[in-house]
């Protein structure tokens, strides 16, 4: 499992951003949400890791 924080705002990013944190379950800066680790959820992290925080549990 992931545990994943989001720390930057969606604000002014480009649609495939916004999208791709919307699809993690992230609307609100601080917000945290546990996924599984899969390929499908690694690959989305991956296109926003500088707006998240990403922790294994």
């Known amino acids: 499992m992931l ?5 930057r705002s969606n604000i002014g990013r ?4 916004k999208k791709t944190v919307e699809a993690l379950g992230l609307k ?3 917000q945290v949400v546990e996924k599984p680790d899969n390929p ?8 926003v ?7 294994e549990i």
């Open 3 to 7: 545990r994943i924080k989001l720390i």
């Open 14 to 17: 480009i649609e495939k951003h």
């Open 28 to 30: 609100k800066i601080g």
């Open 40 to 47: 499908q959820i690694r690959g989305m992290i991956d296109t």
């Open 49 to 55: 890791r500088f707006m998240l925080e990403v922790e």
